[in-house]
């Protein structure tokens, strides 16, 4: 197939509105929920996050594909998102060790996109209106056609998206002879987060996303941690179980993203779909116990929510967001447990919240000597 600079391509939303625009990537027609990151940099590593599985991301940042595909930026195997719209897109490249344009990354990977439209104004509409379901197509410009096609693609609120990404096998991380073993509840995990735990003296034992706590406990653990990952938490209750037996037995317990709307379901308080949810590396987050500010990276369209968490007084705050005062993250009172709703583990940055990783590794320390 040839592929052609000015190819056309177009967007639809669900309430109707319609953007022309030029094809880049694969050609074809993708459909998913409209989400939106303000990063400037990281398009990679965002592309490869398993939490956008499902979501046709808007870059807000005007230039995108400037410096390329690295082989050391990918966060999977595989770009995960469902289509990419861009204002201005570099079919070239200036970084001398990449080892492709994305638009060539783009097409590998099979994610249909499109450039040239007027980013500000689309972002500013579906913060108004709300996240929503849109299609983009190259093949297809017909406005009732393309209404038949986005009509099948489901709502993200009540979606169990987590099988999709998660790893189908278990599989080992880091050094054998590390001081401490981790299972891993694999619900759409970062590489970064497994190498963060592994730089700290962890040996993981990544499981799928249905693996229960007998299974893992195989392993013979020294602590769990609960991955990030797409979709409707609520529609989990699979993984709330397992999430529940590690509770009931007390283990140390570090969740995030999707991990912690898990820790906070598992303890009876829900969660709710967010306006347009927090996607970006620049989020202002204050942390409650030491009354410090945290600039975050963020992902997610769910939340936990303030109502409920107020009527379980087992389950206490440690973070909220400075722009909306959202929950961003909670220790479970009487139990060696705690989450955050943000990524500490971001890459390429910030970097304020690695502390969160060395706490947990404080407290599968504590609870060795408590054995010994």
Same mark, same amino acid.
């Given at each position: 197939?040839?592929?052609?600079?000015?190819?056309?391509?177009c967007?639809?939303?669900?309430?109707?509105?319609?953007?022309?625009?030029?094809a880049?990537?694969?050609?074809?027609?993708?459909?998913?929920?409209?989400?939106?990151?303000?990063?400037?940099t990281?398009?990679?590593?965002?592309?490869?996050?398993?939490?956008?599985?499902?979501?046709?991301?808007?870059?807000?940042?005007?230039h %995108?594909?400037?410096? &390329? +595909?690295?082989?050391?930026?990918y966060?999977?195997?595989? #770009?995960?998102?469902a289509? !990419?719209? $861009?204002?201005?897109?570099?079919r070239?490249?200036?970084?001398e060790?990449?080892?492709?344009?994305?638009?060539s990354?783009?097409?590998?990977?099979?994610?249909?996109?499109?450039?040239?439209i007027?980013?500000?104004?689309?972002?500013?509409?579906?913060?108004?209106?709300?996240?929503?379901?849109?299609?983009?197509?190259?093949?297809?410009?017909d406005?009732?056609?393309?209404?038949?096609?986005?009509?099948k693609?489901?709502?993200?609120?009540?979606?169990?998206?987590?099988?999709?990404?998660?790893?189908?096998q278990?599989?080992?991380?880091?050094?054998?002879?590390?001081?401490?073993?981790?299972? %891993?509840l694999?619900? &759409? +995990?970062k590489?970064?987060?497994?190498?963060?735990?592994? #730089?700290?003296?962890?040996? !993981?034992? $990544?499981?799928?996303?249905?693996t229960?706590?007998?299974?893992?406990?195989?392993?013979?653990?020294?602590?769990?941690?609960?991955?990030?990952?797409?979709?409707?938490?609520?529609?989990?209750?699979y993984?709330?179980?397992?999430?529940?037996e590690?509770?009931?037995?007390?283990?140390?317990?570090?969740?995030?993203?999707?991990?912690h709307?898990?820790?906070?379901?598992?303890?009876g308080?829900?969660?709710?779909?967010?306006?347009?949810?927090?996607?970006?590396?620049?989020?202002?987050?204050?942390?409650?116990l030491?009354?410090?500010?945290?600039?975050?990276?963020?992902?997610?369209?769910?939340?936990v929510?303030?109502?409920e968490?107020a009527?379980?007084?087992?389950?206490v705050?440690?973070?909220?967001?400075?722009?909306?005062?959202?929950?961003?993250?909670?220790?479970?009172?009487?139990?060696?447990?705690?989450?955050?709703?943000?990524h500490?583990?971001?890459?390429?940055?910030?970097?304020?919240?690695?502390?969160?990783?060395?706490?947990f590794?404080?407290?599968?320390?504590?609870?060795?000597?408590?054995r010994?």
């Open positions: 197939m040839k592929y052609i600079n000015h190819d056309k391509a967007l639809l939303l669900e309430d109707g509105l319609f953007f022309e625009g030029y880049i990537g694969q050609r074809g027609s993708t459909t998913g929920e409209l989400a939106f990151n303000t990063s400037m990281g398009y990679q590593e965002v592309f490869t996050d398993p939490s956008y599985y499902g979501q046709l991301l808007i870059e807000t940042h005007t %995108v594909g400037n410096y &390329g +595909v690295h082989e050391s930026e966060e999977s195997n595989s #770009a995960k998102i289509g !990419l719209i $861009v204002r201005n897109y570099a070239t490249y200036s970084r060790n990449a080892i492709e344009s994305l638009d990354f783009l097409r590998h990977n099979d994610i249909v996109g499109i450039s040239n007027d980013t500000r104004k689309l972002v500013t509409h579906i913060r108004s209106k709300g996240a929503m379901n849109a299609i983009i197509s190259s093949e297809v410009f406005k009732k056609e393309l209404k038949k096609m986005l009509k693609c489901p709502p993200m609120d009540g979606l169990e998206l987590a099988s999709k990404v998660s790893t189908v278990p599989y080992f991380h880091g050094n054998p002879n590390s001081r401490f073993r981790v299972a %891993v694999d619900v &759409g +995990v590489r970064n987060i497994l190498d963060m735990l592994a #730089a700290r003296g962890c040996y !993981l034992k $990544v499981f799928p996303s249905d229960s706590f007998e299974r893992m406990m195989t392993f013979g653990p020294h602590g769990f941690f609960l991955s990030n990952g797409p979709g409707d938490p609520s529609a989990m209750g993984a709330i179980k397992t999430v529940q590690i509770l009931r037995n007390d283990h140390p317990l570090f969740g995030i993203c999707l991990g709307q898990l820790l906070s379901l598992a303890n308080v829900s969660t709710y779909k967010m306006h347009n949810g927090h996607r970006g590396a620049n989020h202002p987050v204050k942390n409650l030491t009354g410090r500010c945290e600039i975050t990276s963020q992902n997610h369209g769910f939340c929510s303030p109502e968490l009527k379980h007084p087992d389950v705050v440690t973070h909220v967001n400075l722009n909306d005062d959202t929950i961003e993250g909670v220790r479970i009172r009487n139990r060696k447990a705690f989450s955050v709703q943000f500490p583990e971001a890459s390429p940055g910030p970097h304020d919240s690695h502390y969160l990783f060395d706490e590794i404080e407290m599968m320390a504590e609870e060795e000597r408590i010994v």
